[in-house]
Structures are given as structure tokens and as C-alpha cells.
């Protein structure tokens, strides 16, 4: 199995670059070393670089916060393309379309969980109750006790869980290594959109991510996201509709801002979003192992097994309990890291 040291490895072969950024540039906290110097000089030899995200951050909010960081439009990339702007984008230049997703009415909408307000600016939608509102957008999970981590959880019979298995667990009976249950609450919260009969809006069919900085006793865990919200409710009989990674809408929109500019590549962390979604368009894909998703999996798997068997485990145990999309999620290259820990010359 080769491994690639980083995209310089590559980067003959590709005029176009469309990159995931969390965990593959940023760990939650800081951007990987040597991050701006590659993206910088990615652009400055030619290469078009455009940054696709699942966050449900509208493209500006996205900028102006990695700006803060360093990172900055026409510098280090050409375009930032988030789930949420192109979620946004839909409704306001396709509404009968995006109606149509929702059984052909979609003027009012309900936010749970914690909401991103900014993604439905400038479009119809108008706020309402859940009872009322055509469509139920899902936020992003949280607890009454705040976020709510999925690597470190078990079934009531004290049995550890792997992340691959909670969703088809039953969420009433999990609770994390502290005794907290909210997998309860947001089972209750799903049961009652089911007794409604409410079809939930995801922008980010994340199941998980892992985070640096959501507690400083757990660095670097894996929390419940929005796809794992999507998918525990597909599982007791509710309908989502999607947008983000590896739905191909968000890709066909990167696409067109990206024009024909030669050949093109996805470089993301994560099998069944930046992968799967990059393969079931015809472009090709390179993984990071040695950051992101893709590391910590690794990681949490017996120290006896080599680089070969560990793959093996992500792709024919892993990745399809995360996804239902059919298209092989191998991809084209693997990389141990985006760049490399020196300085990157090209």
C-alpha cells in the first residue's frame, strides 16, 4: 500500500484542488503547520484551489472567521464553499425545487438543536413553531449539559460502543463514561418531529467530528453531528433531506464555480463524505491518514494490526455503516498529511 508523503506528492498531476478543510487544514483549534505557506504556494503556481466544507456556515461567516486565522480569499484559496451556502444558494435561486423536496410546500421553517440563523437569510423561509413549520432544520447537536461526545459512550448493560454502531443503537439506553444521556434527549426530540410527521432538513451530513477544543479532559473527541441526527431518524422511520458532502448537488455547484480548469482532485479526511461523494462524481480523491477522521479511527484500533489491515477494517467494516450511498469509497491516492511538516518548495 503507498502512502504519499503530502500533496506535493501529487501536484503535478492536478490543476484543480477542491480541499476539505476540518481535518485535513484545521484541528478545531489551529490550522496544520505549514498550511498557508502550501496553499499559498499551490496559487501562486498556477493551481486553483477551492476549499469545500460541511460546516452550515454561509460562505462570508466562514471567510471572515479563517481570516482571523490567516487564511485569506485570493491569497490561499479562490473560493470557500460551505454546505450552508449552497443550501442557502437553493433556496433562494431554485425554491420550487427545494419545495418539492419537502412534498411541494416549503415557506416556514423550524430550527432545532442550535441553529444557524445566518442560512436562511435572504430567502423566503419565515420562522414558526414546529407544529407549523414545513420544514425542520437541524442545527447543531447539543445537550442540556452542552456537547455530546460519541467515542466514549455505552449500551445499559455497560457494554462500550464503537462509533460506527450508535446510530443503530437505541438512544434512550446511552449514556457517556460520565453518566450523562443525551442521546436521550435528542431521541426525544426526534420522536416528537416523528409523531408530527416532519421531514428534517440536514446541511451537514457529518455523523461525527472529532474536536481539539470542546473539553480540556477530552482532547481531540469525536462529537454527535448533524448526520448523526439524520440518520438515527431515517433509522426509526423519519424522512431527511440532505445537503453537503457526499450528496452530489454540492459538488455539481463546486464544479460550475470552478469552471474548466483542467483536471481535478478532492482532498478530504473522511471515506464516506469527501471520498464517496468525490467518487460518485468522476473526480478523483486523495485521503489524509494522518490527520482528521481517517487518524483517530486508525488510532482506536488495536496496535497489532499493520497499515493494511487497519484499511481494510475502514473499508469493508466502517464505511458502510456510515453511509447508504452505494459507489466505492476508495480513493485515488492516500496521503499521510495535506503538507508536510517542513518548509514546501515548489
Given at each position: 500500500?503507498?502512502?504519499?508523503?503530502?500533496?506535493?506528492?501529487?501536484?503535478?498531476?492536478?490543476?484543480?484542488?477542491?480541499?476539505?478543510?476540518?481535518?485535513?487544514?484545521?484541528?478545531?483549534?489551529?490550522?496544520?503547520?505549514?498550511?498557508?505557506?502550501?496553499?499559498?504556494?499551490?496559487?501562486?503556481?498556477?493551481?486553483?484551489?477551492?476549499?469545500?466544507?460541511?460546516?452550515?456556515?454561509?460562505?462570508?461567516?466562514?471567510?471572515?472567521?479563517?481570516?482571523?486565522?490567516?487564511?485569506?480569499?485570493?491569497?490561499?484559496?479562490?473560493?470557500?464553499?460551505?454546505?450552508?451556502?449552497?443550501?442557502?444558494?437553493?433556496?433562494?435561486?431554485?425554491?420550487?425545487?427545494?419545495?418539492?423536496?419537502?412534498?411541494?410546500?416549503?415557506?416556514?421553517?423550524?430550527?432545532?438543536?442550535t441553529g444557524n440563523a445566518n442560512i436562511f437569510e435572504g430567502t423566503h423561509l419565515k420562522k414558526?413553531?414546529?407544529?407549523?413549520?414545513?420544514?425542520?432544520?437541524?442545527?447543531?447537536?447539543?445537550?442540556?449539559?452542552?456537547?455530546?461526545?460519541?467515542?466514549?459512550?455505552?449500551?445499559?448493560?455497560?457494554?462500550?460502543?464503537?462509533?460506527?454502531?450508535?446510530?443503530?443503537?437505541?438512544?434512550?439506553?446511552?449514556?457517556?463514561?460520565?453518566?450523562?444521556?443525551?442521546?436521550?434527549?435528542?431521541?426525544?426530540?426526534?420522536?416528537?418531529?416523528?409523531?408530527?410527521?416532519?421531514?428534517?432538513?440536514?446541511?451537514?451530513?457529518?455523523?461525527?467530528?472529532?474536536?481539539?477544543?470542546?473539553?480540556?479532559?477530552?482532547?481531540?473527541?469525536?462529537?454527535?453531528?448533524?448526520?448523526?441526527?439524520?440518520?438515527?431518524?431515517?433509522?426509526?422511520?423519519?424522512?431527511?433531506?440532505?445537503?453537503?458532502?457526499?450528496?452530489?448537488?454540492?459538488?455539481?455547484?463546486?464544479?460550475?464555480?470552478?469552471?474548466?480548469?483542467?483536471?481535478?482532485?478532492?482532498?478530504?479526511?473522511?471515506?464516506?463524505?469527501?471520498?464517496?461523494?468525490?467518487?460518485?462524481?468522476?473526480?478523483?480523491?486523495?485521503?489524509?491518514?494522518?490527520?482528521?477522521?481517517?487518524?483517530?479511527?486508525?488510532?482506536?484500533?488495536?496496535?497489532?494490526?499493520?497499515?493494511?489491515?487497519?484499511?481494510?477494517?475502514?473499508?469493508?467494516?466502517?464505511?458502510?455503516?456510515?453511509?447508504?450511498?452505494?459507489?466505492?469509497?476508495?480513493?485515488?491516492?492516500?496521503?499521510?498529511r495535506f503538507c508536510s511538516s517542513k518548509e514546501v518548495l515548489l
Amino acid at each position: 500500500m503507498n502512502i504519499e508523503k503530502d500533496i506535493m506528492s501529487i501536484v503535478d498531476d492536478y490543476e484543480t484542488f477542491f480541499i476539505d478543510i476540518y481535518g485535513v487544514l484545521f484541528d478545531g483549534i489551529n490550522l496544520y503547520n505549514q498550511t498557508l505557506i502550501t496553499l499559498e504556494k499551490l496559487r501562486k503556481n498556477g493551481k486553483k484551489v477551492i476549499i469545500l466544507s460541511n460546516t452550515t456556515q454561509v460562505s462570508i461567516e466562514a471567510k471572515i472567521g479563517y481570516a482571523q486565522r490567516g487564511m485569506f480569499h485570493g491569497v490561499h484559496y479562490d473560493e470557500f464553499i460551505t454546505s450552508g451556502e449552497f443550501l442557502n444558494y437553493t433556496i433562494k435561486n431554485d425554491p420550487e425545487n427545494f419545495a418539492r423536496m419537502f412534498g411541494g410546500k416549503a415557506d416556514s421553517v423550524k430550527c432545532i438543536f442550535t441553529g444557524n440563523a445566518n442560512i436562511f437569510e435572504g430567502t423566503h423561509l419565515k420562522k414558526s413553531s414546529i407544529g407549523e413549520a414545513d420544514v425542520v432544520y437541524v442545527g447543531i447537536p447539543r445537550s442540556s449539559y452542552g456537547t455530546v461526545f460519541i467515542d466514549d459512550v455505552w449500551d445499559c448493560n455497560g457494554k462500550k460502543i464503537n462509533i460506527e454502531d450508535v446510530v443503530d443503537q437505541c438512544w434512550y439506553e446511552i449514556q457517556d463514561n460520565c453518566g450523562r444521556q443525551g442521546f436521550a434527549e435528542f431521541a426525544r426530540q426526534l420522536d416528537n418531529c416523528l409523531k408530527l410527521n416532519k421531514t428534517l432538513l440536514v446541511a451537514n451530513p457529518d455523523i461525527f467530528f472529532h474536536c481539539s477544543g470542546v473539553d480540556p479532559k477530552n482532547c481531540g473527541v469525536a462529537v454527535v453531528a448533524q448526520g448523526a441526527i439524520a440518520a438515527y431518524y431515517e433509522k426509526i422511520g423519519g424522512n431527511v433531506v440532505y445537503f453537503g458532502k457526499p450528496y452530489p448537488g454540492v459538488f455539481g455547484y463546486a464544479q460550475q464555480l470552478a469552471g474548466n480548469c483542467g483536471k481535478k482532485i478532492m482532498i478530504g479526511d473522511t471515506l464516506w463524505t469527501d471520498i464517496l461523494g468525490a467518487n460518485a462524481c468522476g473526480l478523483d480523491s486523495a485521503l489524509v491518514t494522518e490527520t482528521g477522521v481517517t487518524c483517530e479511527l486508525m488510532k482506536k484500533m488495536e496496535d497489532s494490526l499493520n497499515i493494511e489491515e487497519k484499511f481494510k477494517i475502514l473499508y469493508e467494516k466502517v464505511a458502510p455503516k456510515m453511509t447508504k450511498i452505494s459507489p466505492s469509497s476508495k480513493p485515488t491516492h492516500l496521503l499521510r498529511r495535506f503538507c508536510s511538516s517542513k518548509e514546501v518548495l515548489l
